[in-house]
């Protein structure tokens, strides 16, 4: 098990992928032929819903089909898993979120997260982004977490866990390259005349980046190079002198 740091978050919320109702769902999902099957078949794209969710203000039924267009609402102990396309989302509970379509039906655009947290794996593709109250992410074929804090003004909180990002918060804009779990904070306000800041790897783990990529058939960076970095946000595989957190103040 990878080491990971919770902050409003319980070992639960970030060990979903160790329940036995998930690995029998993704079991059942990979069985059926994954997310390309469901596509084929217009079969229901969601592997795992335990709680109660809404999508468009309706209650959300295993069985149904998540379009992009789609707005979700997670309640108190829900937990949602789904894929989209070649992306995969796990939406946890007490969350809000619009999925805005693309240039076809299963492609996603853009992903808003008002409230709450969502760990996500996007397949290659055209430009998206991520956009939260504070921060907007613009994304390639990459894995990343995202959190909105609403009892710290919407601070947002979005970490790179591998691969290319443009990050950009009010006016500030870095280019994100990361192996190994690169974060960010999109502050409610300055820190120091900055609105885009270092921050640590919190509240998800290497186990569950992994498992969402492995349900549209892909692997993270860590799994491809075969070992792991030093997991202090600063995003690299190799921890080597004069290396800088590319948010940090100077650069």
């Given at each position: 098990?990878?080491?990971?740091?919770?902050?409003?978050?319980?070992?639960?919320e970030?060990l979903?992928?160790?329940?036995?109702?998930?690995?029998?769902?993704?079991?059942?999902?990979?069985?059926?032929?994954g997310h390309?099957?469901?596509?084929?078949?217009?079969?229901?794209?969601?592997?795992?819903?335990?709680?109660?969710?809404?999508?468009?203000?309706?209650?959300?039924?295993?069985?149904q089909?998540?379009?992009?267009?789609d707005?979700?609402?997670t309640?108190?102990?829900?937990?949602?898993?789904?894929?989209?396309?070649?992306?995969?989302?796990?939406?946890?509970?007490?969350?809000?979120?619009?999925?805005?379509?693309?240039?076809?039906?299963?492609?996603?655009?853009?992903l808003r997260?008002?409230?709450?947290?969502?760990?996500?794996?996007?397949?290659?593709?055209?430009?998206?982004?991520?956009?939260?109250?504070?921060?907007?992410?613009?994304?390639?074929?990459?894995?990343?977490y995202?959190?909105?804090?609403?009892?710290?003004?919407?601070?947002?909180?979005?970490?790179?866990?591998?691969?290319?990002?443009?990050?950009?918060a009010?006016?500030?804009?870095?280019?994100?390259?990361?192996?190994?779990?690169?974060?960010?904070?999109?502050?409610a306000?300055?820190?120091?005349?900055?609105?885009?800041?270092?921050?640590?790897?919190?509240?998800?783990?290497?186990?569950?980046?992994?498992?969402?990529?492995?349900?549209?058939?892909?692997?993270?960076?860590?799994?491809?190079m075969?070992?792991?970095?030093?997991?202090?946000?600063?995003?690299?595989?190799?921890?080597?002198?004069?290396?800088?957190?590319?948010?940090?103040?100077?650069?």
């Amino acid at each position: 098990m990878s080491e990971h740091v919770l902050i409003s978050r319980s070992e639960e919320e970030v060990l979903w992928f160790q329940r036995r109702s998930f690995i029998h769902a993704a079991a059942a999902w990979t069985a059926m032929g994954g997310h390309e099957a469901a596509q084929a078949q217009s079969r229901s794209n969601i592997v795992e819903l335990l709680g109660d969710a809404l999508v468009n203000g309706a209650r959300l039924l295993p069985q149904q089909i998540i379009q992009t267009g789609d707005e979700i609402v997670t309640g108190p102990l829900s937990n949602l898993i789904f894929v989209l396309g070649n992306s995969s989302f796990h939406v946890r509970q007490n969350s809000r979120l619009k999925v805005e379509r693309g240039n076809t039906l299963n492609a996603v655009s853009l992903l808003r997260l008002l409230t709450g947290a969502v760990a996500s794996v996007w397949g290659r593709g055209l430009s998206r982004q991520i956009v939260t109250p504070t921060l907007t992410a613009g994304i390639r074929g990459t894995g990343v977490y995202t959190e909105v804090f609403a009892n710290q003004d919407n601070r947002s909180y979005f970490c790179n866990c591998y691969g290319t990002v443009d990050m950009e918060a009010r006016g500030d804009s870095v280019l994100s390259r990361s192996s190994y779990h690169q974060a960010f904070w999109g502050e409610a306000s300055s820190k120091e005349g900055r609105y885009l800041t270092p921050a640590k790897a919190i509240n998800h783990t290497d186990e569950e980046l992994e498992y969402l990529a492995r349900l549209v058939n892909q692997k993270t960076a860590w799994q491809v190079m075969g070992k792991k970095g030093v997991k202090d946000g600063k995003g690299y595989m190799e921890d080597k002198p004069g290396q800088v957190h590319p948010a940090s103040p100077g650069n």
